[in-house]
């Protein structure tokens, strides 16, 4: 028997799997277990793609995997880190912070609190922790903020048999899946699994989607030509674009200086308009 390859953890499936109402209680009980937020609500917020709004009409379209909007001010914003690149959890602070501040400016007078979950596909702290949160700190180590948490799940380390939330690891697994048969005997008799295995099936047979789907394969085997060969997105450039974007949106100069690890004076450099 031929079985069916998938890749749960490609952009364009990733995206289908989070956005599809059909798979809204495995979701949200995923997401409460990792963020706190309580599943009822995350059962009623409003998933969507994306897209950030931008401050200039040149400026490159930014955009986030998924986006929840969630009652009482809050969001969070999942993204799927399947590549490591020079600047990518840079690049996705920035786009929570983006996105807490067009949020206060619609009529609010607080900003809303942003958490950031990173699903990570490769292990950038060098951890055997499952699960790694992040807080804005002074020097004596105190919170400064409760309105931004970034949270990184290290993927290989949950699938670690060491790892005992049964919840967040059984969707991990899920994910982790490389085939449909594989994910219908891991999850038989489990109505809200085999469900949403229903969707990742259709979506695998659907010509349209199949099309997205090899493309964004094709883009990672392209991504991985480029570091074999030892090419180099550019971090200090990237952390440039991200230190000047977060500066556009009205933060301080210190809380950029710690999400970027450039310099005050560094980033009062690109602020005068000149390159370090």
């Known amino acids: 028997m031929i079985e069916t390859k998938i890749n749960l953890f490609n952009d364009a499936m990733f995206k289908a799997i989070f956005r599809n109402p059909k798979n809204r209680k495995i979701i ?7 963020t706190g937020v309580k599943q009822e609500l995350l059962e009623q917020a409003n998933y969507q793609g994306g897209e950030i709004p931008k401050k200039k009409l040149e400026e490159k379209g930014k955009i ?5 909007k ?16 020079n600047y990518i959890f840079e690049k996705n602070t920035s ?10 400016k619609k009529g609010r007078r607080e900003y809303p609190r942003v958490i950031l979950v990173n699903l990570d596909k490769f292990n950038p702290f060098q951890t055997k922790e499952g699960i790694i949160r992040f807080q804005l700190r002074d020097e004596e180590g105190h919170v400064e903020t409760e309105i931004y948490e970034s949270i990184h799940i290290i993927l290989e380390n949950i699938i670690d048999k060491q790892y005992n939330n049964n919840k967040i690891k ?3 697994e899920f994910m982790a899946s490389e085939t449909i048969e594989e994910m219908e005997e891991k999850f038989k008799g489990d109505e809200e699994y085999m469900a949403a295995i229903r969707t990742v099936e259709e979506l695998s047979t659907d010509p349209n989607f199949v099309g997205y789907y090899d493309l964004e394969e094709a883009h ?37 200086s710690k999400i ?11 602020q005068n308009g000149s390159e370090m």
């Open 28 to 34: 949200s009980e995923f997401l409460s277990e990792v």
């Open 64 to 68: 986030a995997d998924l986006i929840i």
């Open 70 to 85: 969630i009652e009482d001010n809050q969001q969070i914003i999942v993204e799927m880190n399947q590549y490591r690149s």
């Open 95 to 104: 786009y929570a912070f983006s996105i807490s501040s067009e949020s206060s």
């Open 170 to 172: 059984k969707f991990i």
């Open 220 to 256: 990672k085997q392209e991504l991985e030509d480029m570091r074999e060969t030892g090419y180099d997105d550019g971090m200090e450039k990237g952390k440039i674009e991200v230190a000047r974007a977060m500066y556009e949106e009205g933060l301080p100069l210190e809380m950029i």
């Open 260 to 270: 970027t690890k450039l310099t005050i004076e560094e980033i009062q450099t690109i």
